[in-house]
Nanobody, 111 residues
């Protein structure tokens, strides 16, 4: 199983980013997966889950209503859409699926 993330970058407060997690090495189809982040000075925390049936749950209260998870069957890719970003969203974001971790993608929210 291999996960390759992309989509991070520097964005101003109030901006948006869409993170991608391209999956390979397992059977086609949607599998349960999670997004984590490690913010400066903090432990890694669970951001959100996407179940195999498409149910999504955002675990960070401040991100609810701003973060959306999705899956593209044709591209075998998971997405984390993040809107109205603020400085607290800064961190390294990782996807996790079937025991594998992505390499991480940095998100920096700053003016």
């Amino acid at each position: 199983v291999q996960l390759v993330e992309s989509g991070g970058g520097l964005v101003q407060p109030g901006g948006s980013l869409r993170l991608s997690c391209a999956a390979s090495g397992f059977a086609p189809g949607r599998h349960p997966m999670s997004w984590y982040r490690r913010s400066p000075g903090k432990e890694r925390e669970l951001v959100a889950d996407l179940s195999g049936t498409g149910f999504s749950l955002v675990h960070i209260d401040s991100a609810k209503g701003r973060f959306t998870l999705s899956w593209d069957d044709a591209e075998n890719t998971y997405y984390l859409e993040m809107n109205n970003l603020n400085s607290e969203d800064t961190g390294e974001y990782y996807c996790y699926c079937l025991g594998a971790w992505g390499q991480g993608t940095q998100v920096t929210v700053s003016s």
